[in-house]
Structures are given as structure tokens and as C-alpha cells.
């Protein structure tokens, strides 16, 4: 599913809250329409009232009323409303006009009210006025009621509101066009840099210009560019690794070559026996060294992308692989011991390159330490603010001078001296499989001041909470 676009969001929002406003406008609308068709009919009303209040008056024996065809119609003329009237004293039957009108809940004497009532199932609006008649035989004043239907007033309300609301909504549309016009403009530059990237050669990894780029856009420029040149950086070390690789085989091969010739110009079977001899240890350093260019082009990667990582114990894993090397340490006669933690220390990590790296180390330490000589390998917990597996690799061999404790770690340095003629990618392997476990190494005089120590420090795997 594709996550809605910045036009789409803001679309929906702006939709959204302008019409929640709208709604609460509407309803303000509505009542000051009806305020305002109200005032403006109230006033005919109040002049049919008190014309019919005029013209009523009260004689010795009877209340007499005499309507002005004037007071009602007023209305009539035209109108779609029908009219309703009566008079008579509250409480007793009306004088003239219809009974049972809606009378008004609060009513003083000569001051008009309005109010809503239904009659006969029609909604009405009404004005009452209270006539006092001034007599001692009537000393109940009278009360005047003309009622309309709403009929016109509902007109004009729906006619005023619909305007407003209209012109509103209008109003809100035009703002959700300018909006999205706004923001395609405001993306433009976006498209145009995704376009930009699109046409660019294969392989260019030059940095981006941001230029007439809005300031918005540029952290997204610098990080792109920060991301090409991480991965050019990864292309040059991939380039210089091949070269090296290639040339560090070219050797080996030649070597195997002029072997395979020798023994091939020799004519008796005799003969051929120990040039072939040679040829296959020749091979088989050969092979070592393939081995050890592929397992460094494997670890390399892990220090720029993303490896999945398994629990490995490492204190487990160490313990079998010097168990795996002591035939090899017993054939020079080396002690070869391990010590330390017999409970696991799980790290996470990958268990083929961290095999590699203590095989890497143990090997050097086997190779480089002289006959009869001792190779302790101990793994325990190191205590510190962040909690890590230790590993050192240690033997009382002739050791590694200071000054070239940084260089052991390039591919193919060696040092002089020894008859091994190893290919110098042991270190470097075992620099690579650290640092992709996130972890450190640190080369040093071995406790007892002859030889080496090795120590590598790995994060532990988080503790299950
Ligand atoms: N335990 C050690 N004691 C003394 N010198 C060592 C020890 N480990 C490594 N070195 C020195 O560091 C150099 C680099 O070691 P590294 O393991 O990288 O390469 P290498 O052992 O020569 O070849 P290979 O690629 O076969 O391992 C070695 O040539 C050696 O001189
Ligand atoms: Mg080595």
C-alpha cells in the first residue's frame, strides 16, 4: 500500500476541519437568519396587535370590538400566510375571533409580546398585547392575539441562510485549490531531484547540487549525498580489495606453474616425486590464501550493511575450536589450554566469522610461538558500564613490537623473521569481524612480559527482560 501523499494528508485535513467549521458556522447562520426575518415580521405583527387594541373599548354593559379591515389586511395582500386572531378577557370565551390560540407565557399590560405556538397543527408566530378597559364593570383587562403562519419568515430564513452557507462552502473549495496548488509547487522541487537522480550515468557518485533548491529540501540533498559518498567509499575499498586480491594470487599461481613445468620436464617417475611434493604444498597455501581473500571479502560487508544476528556463545565456540587445534598445537609441541567462564556468553553475531576469528588468532599464536612454548586462550565476562565478553588470545612467543601493533592490522603486512610464509590477512580479518560485531581489539605484552596478548571485548546480547 503506498502512504498517502503530502497533497492527499493535507487534503483530508484541511477538508476535514474546514468542514467541522462549517457545520458550527452554519448553525450561527441559521439563528441569525431567523433573528433577523423575526425582527423584520415581528413589526407587522405589532402593528396588527395594537391596531386591533386601539379599537377596543368597553361600554356600560358589554366590551366592544371593532377590527380595522386595515390591522389584518396588512397581511393578506400577496402573502402565502394565513392570519389568526381573537379578543377576550383571559379566562372567559374570546369576544370575536378564533378560540384557543396559544396564549404567551409573560405578558404586562400595554406592551406587546411575540412567541412561537402550534395551532390546529400549524406552527404559528403570534403577538399578544394586554388592554386594560379602564372600567369598574371590566376590571379584567383584555388581551389581543394576532398569530401568522411562518410561511414567508421560513422563506426568507432558508433564502438568507442557504446565501451564506453557499457563499461558505465556495469559499472552502477555493481554499483547498489554492492549497494544493501550493503544495504541488511546493513538491516541484522534490520531483525534480528525484528526476535529476534518475538520469544520472550509472555510475556517477558525485554529490548533488542543491542549488535553487528551497532550504527544506537540502537536509534530503546532504543526506543522499552523504549516503553516495559512504557508498563510493565502500566501491573503492571493494576496487582496492580486488586488486589486492588479484595480485596477491598472481604470485602463488606463478609459483604453482613453473612447479607443474619442472616436474613435468623430469623423465623418470622418480624424479617427479618431489617436484609434485612441492607443487601440492604450494597448493596448499594457495588454497589458504583463496580461502582467506573470500572469508575477508565476506566480513568486510558486515561493517556497512545490516547482518542478521543469532545468539552465539562465544565462550562455547572458543572452547571447542582449541579443542579442534590441539592436535595441531601437540605436533610443535605447544601447551595449548583454555580457561575461563564454563557458563555461556552469548553475543550476537554470526558464528562463521566469529569461528574465523578465533581460529585467525589461536593459528598466529601457534605459528609465531617457538616449540614447547605455551598458548592460553580465555574467555570470561569484562566488567565495565557496559557489560562484555573478553577474549584473549595469549603466548609467550617473541611477541609484536610496539610500533607495529597499529600496521599488523593492514592486509599484508608482515612481519620479518620466522620461516611461515603466511599471506599477512589474518589480522585484518580479524579487525573486519570485530568492528562488524561492534566490538574492539587491543594488542599488548603478554602478563608474563614475553609475547602476546590479544584481546578482543564483544557486546553481550541484551539479557531477556
Ligand atoms: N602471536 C603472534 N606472535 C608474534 N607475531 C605475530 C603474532 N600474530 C601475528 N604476528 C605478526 O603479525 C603479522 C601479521 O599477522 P597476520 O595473521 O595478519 O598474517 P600472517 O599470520 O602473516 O598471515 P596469514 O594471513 O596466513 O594469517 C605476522 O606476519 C606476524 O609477524
Ligand atoms: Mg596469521
Known amino acids: 500500500m503506498r502512504a498517502p501523499g503530502l497533497k492527499r494528508r493535507l487534503a483530508i485535513w484541511l477538508f476535514g476541519v474546514l468542514s467541522a467549521l462549517l457545520v458550527v458556522d452554519a448553525w450561527f447562520s441559521y439563528s441569525d437568519a431567523l433573528g433577523a426575518a423575526n425582527q423584520a415580521y415581528d413589526r407587522s405583527l405589532s402593528a396588527s396587535v395594537k391596531g386591533i387594541a386601539e379599537r377596543v373599548y368597553a361600554t356600560e354593559s358589554e366590551v366592544v370590538v371593532d377590527i380595522p379591515y386595515s390591522a389584518l389586511e396588512l397581511f393578506e395582500a400577496g402573502s402565502s400566510d394565513r392570519l389568526f386572531y381573537s379578543v377576550g378577557i383571559p379566562g372567559e370565551a374570546a369576544i370575536t375571533g378564533y378560540e384557543a390560540l396559544p396564549l404567551p407565557e409573560n405578558i404586562v399590560t400595554n406592551s406587546p409580546v411575540f412567541y412561537d405556538g402550534i395551532y390546529k397543527g400549524q406552527q404559528l408566530r403570534l403577538g399578544a398585547l394586554l388592554k386594560p378597559l379602564y372600567r369598574q ?13 411562518i410561511n414567508t419568515r421560513q422563506e426568507v430564513v432558508q433564502h438568507l441562510f442557504l446565501r451564506e452557507v453557499a457563499r461558505k462552502a465556495l469559499l472552502i473549495v477555493v481554499a483547498l485549490a489554492v492549497a494544493l496548488f501550493a503544495t504541488m509547487i511546493a513538491v516541484q522541487p522534490i520531483d525534480n531531484l528525484g528526476q535529476a537522480i534518475r538520469e544520472r550515468p550509472e555510475d556517477d557518485l558525485t554529490p548533488i547540487e542543491a542549488v535553487d533548491m528551497p532550504h527544506e529540501v537540502k537536509p534530503l540533498v546532504d543526506a543522499i549525498n552523504l549516503h553516495m559518498q559512504r557508498i563510493g567509499a565502500m566501491l573503492e575499498a571493494r576496487r582496492r580489495f580486488i586488486t589486492d586480491a588479484a595480485h596477491q594470487l598472481r604470485t602463488p599461481l606463478a609459483v ?84 575461563g567462564a ?51 588470545v595469549i603466548d609467550n ?32 580479518i580479524v579487525r573486519e569481524i570485530v568492528v562488524g560485531h561492534g566490538g574492539e581489539i587491543c594488542l599488548a605484552d603478554a602478563p608474563g612480559g614475553q609475547g602476546l596478548q590479544v584481546e578482543v571485548g564483544l557486546p553481550l546480547a541484551e539479557p531477556p527482560a
Not at 609434485?276 to 571479502?297: E, K, Y
Open 137 to 149: 364593570e371590566f376590571p379584567k383587562p383584555v388581551m389581543v392575539i394576532v398569530g401568522e403562519t
Open 256 to 339: 604453482l606453474n613453473t612447479q607443474a613445468e619442472f616436474a613435468l620436464r623430469q623423465q623418470a617417475a622418480a624424479d617427479m616425486r618431489p617436484a609434485v611434493v612441492a607443487l601440492h604444498r604450494s597448493l596448499g597455501s594457495a588454497i589458504r590464501l583463496t580461502n582467506q581473500l573470500l572469508s575477508l571479502s565476506r566480513a568486510e560487508p558486515i561493517n556497512g550493511l545490516m547482518v542478521a544476528r543469532q545468539p552465539v556463545d562465544i565462550a562455547a565456540l572458543a572452547r571447542d575450536m582449541v579443542v579442534e587445534l590441539l592436535p595441531l598445537a601437540e605436533r610443535k609441541g605447544i601447551d595449548l589450554g583454555f580457561e
Open 397 to 428: 612467543g617473541p611477541g609484536i613490537p610496539a610500533q607495529f601493533r597499529e600496521q599488523v592490522f593492514l592486509r599484508f603486512f608482515r612481519l620479518d623473521g620466522g620461516d611461515y610464509t603466511g599471506s599477512g590477512l589474518g589480522l585484518a
Open 342 to 392: 564454563t557458563t555461556a556468553l552469548i553475543v550476537p553475531g554470526q558464528a562463521v566469522l566469529l569461528r574465523e576469528l578465533l581460529s585467525n588468532l589461536i593459528d598466529n599464536a601457534l605459528r609465531y610461538t617457538p616449540a614447547a612454548g605455551i598458548v592460553t586462550v580465555a574467555v570470561d565476562l569484562a566488567e565495565g558500564p557496559a557489560a562484555r565478553a573478553r577474549i584473549r
